[in-house]
């Protein structure tokens, strides 16, 4: 008995000093810092920062529509060994703590990318849009009370990149360093981009695009825009007659010539308004999954490229 005591004492004290040995438990065999993240413009903003120290698994499959995710068991597999979950936050992952806790990883660093970012209320949406989508409220109780779209932002996106660098200086402390150079160029580049499109656009005749779904209202907040949408805040809500002659009726008074089309909101009705209005219909990237192979960088300048013609 006394022996059997001491044998288990002994199991739970190697165990302990195994655990002892580093900050991370977990990790990747090469080495590698493992990093689960829920959609693809997470994955973008670990991988600017992580670079070639971190091996990133993405929860949401591309083509999924990210405000109606809801993981299967087999999505979140990759959580029981990742050293970090980097999640959007804002009510965006509302599976995000039951996921962690199903994972059984007491280790593990979950990160809400949003934490620090100046949050958008719905109540503010409503006072900006049209009134076209009355079925916001109803969503308000489904999804949460901000608007989850940070990531479509330059400038939120250098906060969320400041707290992606952060976990990982925690968690990989002998290459921080290289995370911080990582985190400093590609938020150099973000800024860049701020600076030079909030000086184009300073100017531009109008301020208003429509798009498939009200997923930019920090981007409008960075550079004094307004959104009108087809779909609401959470891609739902796709308009009747009257809500799309409200919509063509909004068109037509802020002379709109391109109606923007996204991924994974359907473009029918998008189509619709353009014909009606004589609008060109172009795309826009949502950067919920993976499009073209394109950077978080490449999308967001084509992005206020597009944005910024679209205005003249
Ligand atoms: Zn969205």
Known sequence: MVRKIIALLLGTAVTLAAAGCGSRQNGAADG???ISVSF????????????DK???SVIIPDGTEPHDFEPRARDLAMLKDADIFVVNGLGMEDWADDAV????????RVVDASSGVEAISIEEHEEVQTGVHEGENEAEHEHGAYDP?????????VTMAGNIRDALVHTDPANSAY??????????ALETLHAQYAEKLKNADNKSFVTGHAAFAYLCRDF?????????VFAEGEPGAQQLAALVGYCRENHITTIFTEALVSAAVSETLAREVGASVKPIYTMASAENGKSYLDRMEENLSVIYESLK
């Open 101 to 108: 806790k199903a994972a059984g990883n007491t280790d593990i």
């Open 54 to 56: 971190v091996a990133i």
């Open 224 to 232: 004094g825009l307004v959104q009108n949408s087809v779909e609401d």
């Open 40 to 51: 693809n413009a997470l994955y973008e903003l670990s991988a600017a920062v992580g670079g």
């Open 179 to 188: 995370y911080d150079a990582n985190y400093k160029s590609f938020t150099d």
């Open 149 to 157: 779209h940070i990531w479509l932002s330059p400038l939120c996106a």
């Open 32 to 34: 590698k810092v493992t």
